[in-house]
């Protein structure tokens, strides 16, 4: 069975306080992993998808990387408005476009 | 060029009742879906659509039905609700057409059932 669990469940960060964000799947071969991000009462907004162990992409103050058994986002000198719960999510080879999904990871920077 | 709509944002049942929540996109995806975002629960997959006039069960199918109108249109139906589908309802959609797809999320509808 496909899962996602990620880590810490919470964080509060001051601003300019850099971070990580882990995220660790099990999955039977692995299609794409993406990273949403969620604001209150909003819908996922996506930020990336990853295919292989040693890809890296960039947005902003955000990188996210990812090895065979896990993949980070990292957040260069965090900003308020860079509270949210980010999202990961697994999408597994097999011709599905099913995602699996993480419970997300709730981030607040503080001024 | 709106994404992903859904209707309504927020509604109210008793347990029960019944309704069908909306959802429409028009970025021409082939794929469609609902989630349900519980908290401490992550989202979970109820049913998706990999094509117009194909449906297929999700993680959580019971007490759901769904209808793929059109490419457009993917509707998700409770007949009879109950307190346990108070959630947050989400639709998504993908192109489904490369290698890996990315789902785009609507804004979501919160539901209360009393």
């Known amino acids: 069975e496909d899962q996602v669990t990620q880590s810490p469940e919470a964080l509060r960060l001051q601003e300019g306080e850099s971070s990580s964000l882990n995220c660790s799947y099990t999955v039977s071969g692995l299609r794409g992993l993406f990273w949403y991000r969620q604001d209150p009462g909003k819908g996922p907004e996506f930020l990336f998808t990853?295919?292989?162990a040693g890809e890296e992409k960039e947005k902003e103050r955000l990188k996210a990387t990812l090895t065979k058994k896990e993949s980070f986002l990292h957040i260069t000198a965090p900003k308020p408005e860079d509270s949210a719960t980010y999202l990961c999510?697994?999408?597994?080879?097999?011709?599905?476009?099913?995602?699996?999904f993480g419970k997300g990871m709730k981030l607040t920077v503080n001024p | 060029n709106a994404g992903v709509t859904q209707t309504p944002k927020f509604q109210v049942l008793k347990t029960g009742q019944s309704m069908t929540l909306q959802c429409a996109q028009d970025?021409?995806?082939?794929?469609m879906y609902w989630y349900r975002q519980d908290p401490g629960m992550g989202l979970r997959l109820i049913y998706y659509s990999a094509s117009e006039g194909t449906t297929d069960k999700g993680e959580v199918p019971n007490g759901y039905n769904v209808s793929r109108l059109n490419k457009r249109e993917f509707s998700l139906r409770l007949e009879s609700a109950a307190p346990s589908q108070t959630s947050v309802y989400f639709c998504?959609?993908?192109?489904?057409?490369?290698?890996?797809?990315?789902?785009?999320f609507g804004p979501g509808t919160r539901l209360t059932v009393l």
């Open positions: 970025m021409n995806h082939n794929s």
């Open positions: 999510a697994v999408q597994a080879q097999g011709g599905s476009e099913k995602l699996v």
């Open positions: 998504a959609s993908s192109e489904a057409a490369g290698l890996t797809d990315t789902q785009y």
């Open positions: 990853l295919y292989s």
